[in-house]
């Protein structure tokens, strides 16, 4: 099975509450790699890539992690992953 690609912007209180981080401590027990930013706007970005199992298995962690109280929406994408992380990172 391939690698894929995913893409989730998280909006609702997402910002100011550890979200990068708790999102980062998780990502460690994946085999995943990707980035977690803010934005101007007040989201979060996810961008992972990994098998989708694992990628499926890692956002729900995100959400029983305790985050989940904190998003009001979540705008998911799925592509092919492109290989351009070497791990995992907080970025912005």
Do not use: H
Request: aromatic letters at 10%.
């Amino acid at each position: 099975m391939g690698r894929s690609r995913l893409q989730i912007y998280y909006s609702g209180r997402v910002q100011g509450v550890g979200f990068r981080y708790t999102v980062k401590q998780q990502a460690a027990g994946f085999e995943v790699v990707g980035t977690v930013r803010n934005l101007a706007d007040g989201r979060v970005e996810l961008v992972a890539e990994g098998e989708r199992g694992e990628l499926e298995a890692f956002c729900t962690t995100i959400r029983d992690a305790g985050l989940a109280r904190f998003i009001q929406r979540e705008e998911t994408a799925w592509g092919e992953a492109t290989g351009q992380f070497r791990g995992f990172d907080i970025v912005g």
